[in-house]
């Protein structure tokens, strides 16, 4: 992540009426205290970036969005509203300003509001600045937070229900290009929430996902949300604070670990439930010595900051252990997969058209971004005959470098594909899924396959182990490229693929549908809020 060189402010719709409180002039103290640590800023968990060996869990697609969002010009789609307004007056750079949404869209608040931050900002010596907003716009049913049209200057009023008295906050350092399965989970949780609970519900990504597909998807269904800029620690728990303040939250759930400790820290100081939710982690790296330090540091020096771990499948749960967090603390709740998306997918040839992919020969599909940890490369290597003999086609899905970096610009039988928000119709264009990941804990993509009716082969690695039950899943050793190969022509040579493919979605919906999954959040959060008294 990029370091800011001054504390982010939180502004735009959505984070209205903080009360005034106490702004610290010593931020990194007052949090020094609320940890109980005597320092913080200079450990190795003061830094936002990951190294090898730990279990930091950042999408692959940051890497190469912070290289674009340091380049991008002003009119580029992820960098709108509040953002571009404050860059194009030269008043404040996009890496300081946090830009929130609520219920009806993220869209630009005008260059006036900017000016008005800046005024309100120059004013204020104390690097901590109280979040502010447009007055006026209506509040979310949710959370009480104000939200906001796709247009500047318009305002739409959302009908809200008798307001209800706290609320659940979704701390997600989510990069996915598309929802996947993990936005619909957080859709369903927000309704199951609302009705079982009688909590309020918001989520929070970086700011960069604005122009993400997915945040359609939460607006077209009324999940309130807000985006916050990364940077230092002391600056991201407290945009994490005002949000939870903002929405009176009483528990936040934090996702793929990166910003972990900040939310742990910010429910302290509310005296919050804390929920660290591990979607995967080291698997099949042996530990180093800055990974067992940060281990040391995370788990048991600052794991205080945590009142549970949910870990998404039983070897994801084994490693929490290992690494340190009691068996106490920990609760397997498996990915739930929305098996309704699925069930209305065009033909194979509709699929294929609609993807630029015109070719009658079997596709092997493989999600390519992170090649390395996917195993890009071993699904390429174990395809070349089959495709070169004009029997297979090996499509991947990811970015255009993986053209420059396999050759699929000059190999006909390897293509490549950008993804897209519906997924249904890359799975409905294969006739094989594949998995020859590295490192993985319970990946969605497995799932999704499966549901979509494909069989699927899979490197045998413990995380998707959960799968590999199902009559149409075949494993490999991982890495082995021969063994993959083979898998590949037996597979091919299998007259009846769909009835692999059939069993496949007959055990996900047996096993992992998305409200079983659910039903194991709420219970869980609904037993940690009573033991806490909220």
């Known amino acids: 992540m990029k370091i800011a060189t001054s504390t982010p402010v939180l502004a735009g719709p959505g984070l209205d009426h903080v009360s005034p409180g106490h702004i610290p002039t010593d931020p990194l103290n007052d949090l020094r205290c609320d940890l109980g ?40 789609p992820e960098r709108g509203g509040l953002v571009d307004g404050a860059r194009r007056n030269g008043r404040l750079r996009a890496d300081e300003v946090g830009v929130c949404g609520g219920v009806e869209g993220v869209g630009a608040v005008g260059n006036d509001h900017a000016r008005t931050i800046e005024n309100r900002t120059a004013a204020r010596p104390s690097r901590w600045v109280r979040p502010m907003t447009p007055s006026g716009l209506p509040r979310s049913r ?7 049209s796709g247009n500047a200057g318009k305002r739409k009023h959302v009908s809200a229900d008798t307001p209800v008295r706290g609320a659940v906050l979704e701390v997600c350092h989510y990069w996915g290009p598309y929802p996947g399965n993990f936005i619909p989970s957080l859709v369903a949780t927000r309704s199951a929430v609302r009705e079982r609970l009688d909590l309020g519900y918001h989520c929070v990504f970086p700011a960069a996902m604005q122009g993400r597909p997915w945040v359609q998807l939460l607006q077209d269904e009324g999940v309130p949300h807000s ?68 281990d040391a540091l995370k788990v048991r020096g600052l794991g205080r900051l945590c009142d549970r771990v949910f870990a998404v499948s039983d070897e994801v749960h084994r490693l929490a252990a290992a690494r340190g967090f009691p068996e106490r603390k920990i609760s397997t709740v498996l990915n739930g997969i929305d098996v309704r998306r699925f069930d209305h997918l065009p033909s194979r040839r509709e699929a294929r058209t609609a993807l630029g992919l015109d070719t009658d020969i079997p596709i092997a599909l493989g999600f390519g971004w992170s090649p390395y940890t996917k195993g890009t490369d071993v699904l390429v ?26 050759g699929g610009a000059d190999v006909d039988w390897l293509r490549v594909i950008e993804p897209r928000d519906d997924v249904g119709t890359i799975f409905a264009a294969a006739d094989i899924f594949v998995s020859s990941s590295r490192d993985e804990g319970l990946p969605y993509s497995i799932g999704e396959a499966m549901a979509s009716r494909l069989p699927v082969i899979s490197s045998d690695i413990k995380g998707p182990a959960t799968y590999f039950a199902a009559d149409g899943v075949v494993t490999f050793p991982s890495e082995d490229t021969t063994a993959l190969g083979a898998a590949l022509e037996e597979l091919l040579q299998v007259s009846d693929r769909r009835s692999l493919g059939l069993a496949n979605r007959d055990y996900v919906e047996q096993h992992l549908g998305i409200d079983a999954h659910v039903n194991r959040v709420v219970e869980l959060f609904e037993q940690l809020l009573a033991r806490r008294g909220t």
Request: glycine fraction near 8%.
């Open 37 to 76: 640590i005597r320092r913080i800023a200079n450990s190795p968990l003061a830094s936002n970036e990951a190294d090898d060996g730990e279990e930091k869990e950042r999408h692959p697609e940051e890497l190469d969005h912070r290289h674009q969002h340091e380049h991008a010009d002003s009119d580029s």
């Open 142 to 148: 949710d959370t009480g937070a104000s939200v906001s």
């Open 227 to 294: 985006f916050i800029t990364p940077s230092h620690r002391v600056g991201l728990v407290g945009q994490i604070g005002r949000v939870a303040e903002s929405t009176d939250a009483v528990l936040l759930r934090s996702h793929f670990s990166n910003w972990d400790i900040e939310a742990g820290a910010a429910a302290r100081r509310r005296k919050a439930v804390s929920v660290w939710h591990m979607h995967s982690g080291r698997f099949g790296r042996a530990p180093n010595f800055r990974s067992r330090t940060r």
């Open 381 to 406: 290597e174990a395809g070349r005959s089959l495709g070169e003999a004009g029997e297979l086609v090996v499509v991947l899905v990811g970015d255009r470098s993986l053209e420059a970096r396999f």
